[in-house]
Each structure stands twice: as C-alpha cells, then as structure tokens.
C-alpha cells in the first residue's frame, strides 16, 4: 500500500530534530564509540517519508533504535543516523491486533498487550530494544522469536515510500531476517552479519508492524513479566553497559557455554571486559573504547576457534570507521 503523494516538501517543512557531530556513545547501550555525522529524529512518518525524499541517492543511512545491539567504531558513522526511538512511537488495537510503530520499546509493547488483556508478547519485555530493532534482528528469548507474532510489516524505503509486506517477503531465522530478493533491497545490514565498515547504504527501513497475540489474563501475564524479568537480573549483568549476547548460539550449543569453558570469563582488553555473571556478555567497566570492545570481541572469537574448533559468528552490529 503507497501512501498518498504529499504535497511540496521544503527543507523548513520538516518538522523532526536533526543534530549534527553526535557522540553514539549516548545512543548504544554499550555506552562506547564514535560519533556520527549527522542524526535526524522524525517527527512522524510523514515527517520521516518528507526527509527521505530530500537525501541524496548515495547518503549513507542507518536506522538506529535504542542501540541495544549496537557497536560504532570510534571513528563514527558517515552519513545519516534515523533515530527511530522517542519518534516512531504509535501502538494502538487495530481490530484483533496490535499495530505497533518501529521505536516503540518492547517493554511497553509488553505492557500494551497485558493491557489489553493478550498473552504471548511477555519476552518483549525484557529487551530493551525498539520494534524496529527486534524486526532487524528476530529478536527473541525464552522460546519466542519477533517474527512469531507478526502478522504484517509496514517499511518505508529511502525514497520515502511507504509500503506493506507479509511475513512471506522475509527470510526469517535465529537472529537473521532477510529480504526473499535479488539482493537488492535489503532491512538494515540484516543480511550481513557482520559488518565491516559503514559502506553500506540500506534501502528499506521497517517502520511498524502489525503483531498477533492470544487472548490472555491481564494478571498472570503480568505475573509472567516478572517471573522473566527476575530471571534476567540473575543471570545477566545488568548493572554496567553491555549490549546482551554479543556472539551467536552455533547450532545445538550455547556461545556463553564454549566462552566459559575456555576460560574466558573476566578477560579484559581496555575498559572492556568478558563478564563474569554471563560470559557471552561484554560490559564496559569503565571508560571502554569500541576498539577495546571489538578487539575482545575478536580475542573471544580467535580462543573459542583454537580451543573448540567452533568458529562463534557476532550477533552484535558493528558499524563505523575504525581510525579516529
Ligand atoms: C541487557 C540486554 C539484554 C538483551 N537481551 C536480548 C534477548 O534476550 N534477545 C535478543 O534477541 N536480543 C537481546 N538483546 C539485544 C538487543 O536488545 C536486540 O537485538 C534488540 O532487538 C535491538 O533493538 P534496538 O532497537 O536497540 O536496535 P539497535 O541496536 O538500534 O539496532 C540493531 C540493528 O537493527 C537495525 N535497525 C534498528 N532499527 C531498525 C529499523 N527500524 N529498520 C531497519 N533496521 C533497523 C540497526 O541498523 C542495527 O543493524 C539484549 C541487549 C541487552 C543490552
């Protein structure tokens, strides 16, 4: 579905925040990194859809959500960030399901659901990502994946258009959705692991979605948040910055088990360092640089290959110049 053709867009139109010269460090959770060059906050979609319209064909743009996933290399981001969070933050009932826009949190998504009396949506609540970034990512604990409870999905691509697609237009898979194409519109860098530097200009970016849940009991859905909630301050080291699991699960094992059994817990490199409550966790103990953040990344990786022959591949998104 095209949205309707707005009328004569100007520069003074636009109704969001642009900033220029911003520290990422205040927008990742890991709290590191560099700066990028230029941030724009939309006022809305139409507001967001009028921005797009004046970029240049070859302006780089990123769309960001809470950083909860999240590494810019000190040398900062060319181009333009989308900050998604505080901007796209519609949610509301559209006949049996939630339509929910991509910088809504998912603790609140949470919160809407058990609200309105559905069950199933509880994990959201414990990632402290924006829908937007959940799409990109599948993200999903405990059993439950993002992609599970979409029904539909509302992107808009670099030109401005606003458009729907199903489910079926995705590839999905544990932490990895991809565009089912020729490879040439792309969500993000979804389809790349690992990116090595932010050459990488993205051509849709998701921008709501429509989510299904059951019929549920308002209490014990709440109860259930809790109950997921407890078990995270046990397990994870949520006191200092991190950006949760930074290497993926290889199939039929767990990256924190390999980690630990390699002895790896409380490494450090800088200010970075391998937790010690989770070892698939790295946290900033203090004044961490992205390229001490990335260089334990890569040690964790190198160790973990020697010891096990298993070679971890980086759920985190790494983007950015490397020099200074
Ligand atoms: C303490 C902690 C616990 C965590 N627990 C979990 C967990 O249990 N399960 C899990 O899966 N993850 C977990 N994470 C990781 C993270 O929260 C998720 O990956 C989350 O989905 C990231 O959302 P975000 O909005 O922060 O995305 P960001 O970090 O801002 O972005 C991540 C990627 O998505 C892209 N992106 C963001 N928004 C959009 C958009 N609108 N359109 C297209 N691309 C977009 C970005 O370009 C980037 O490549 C955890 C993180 C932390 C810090």
């Not at 139109?13 to 060059?37: C, F, I, K, N």
Request: proline fraction near 4%; glycine fraction near 12%.
């Amino acid at each position: 579905m095209n949205m309707s053709e707005p009328a004569q867009f100007t520069t003074e139109s636009l109704r969001g925040e642009m900033r220029y010269d911003v520290p990422m460090s205040r927008h990742t959770s890991w709290r590191a990194g560099g700066a990028a060059q230029r941030m724009y906050r939309p006022a809305d979609l139409a507001d967001l859809q009028n921005f797009l319209r004046q970029q240049p064909a070859d302006e780089p743009l990123i769309a960001v959500g809470l950083g909860s996933n999240l590494l810019v290399r000190d040398g900062g981001l060319r181009g333009t960030v989308l900050l998604m969070h505080g901007a796209l933050s519609g949610l509301r009932m559209d006949g049996d399901a939630i339509y929910a826009q991509a910088g809504v949190p998912g603790a609140k998504l949470a919160r809407f659901a058990a609200a309105n009396n559905l069950c199933g949506a509880e994990f959201f609540a414990g990632i402290p990502g924006t829908l937007g970034g959940m799409l990109a990512m599948n993200a999903g604990c405990y059993g439950s994946e993002t992609w599970q409870k979409v029904e539909r999905v509302q992107v808009m691509n670099r030109s401005g258009e606003l458009l729907e697609r199903s489910v079926q237009e995705y590839e999905v898979g544990y932490r990895h959705v991809a565009k089912r194409e020729t490879g040439k519109v792309k969500c993000g860098e979804n389809d790349l692991p690992h990116v090595s530097s932010f050459t990488f200009h993205a051509e849709e970016f998701f921008v709501g979605a429509w989510l299904r849940f059951a019929p549920g009991d308002v209490e014990a859905v709440r109860k259930e948040i809790k109950a997921l909630m407890d078990k995270r301050g046990a397990s994870q080291p949520l006191q200092l910055p991190n950006a949760g699991s930074v290497l993926r699960n290889p199939p039929g094992n767990h990256a924190a088990k390999l980690i630990e059994s390699c002895g790896l817990k409380g490494n450090r490199i800088g200010g970075a360092q391998v937790s010690e409550k989770h070892a698939n966790f790295i946290v900033n103990a203090g004044d961490a640089t992205a390229a001490n953040i990335e260089n334990l990344i890569e040690e964790v990786q190198a160790a973990v290959l020697h010891k096990t022959g298993i070679a971890l591949q980086c759920e985190v998104r790494i983007v950015g110049e490397k020099n200074v």
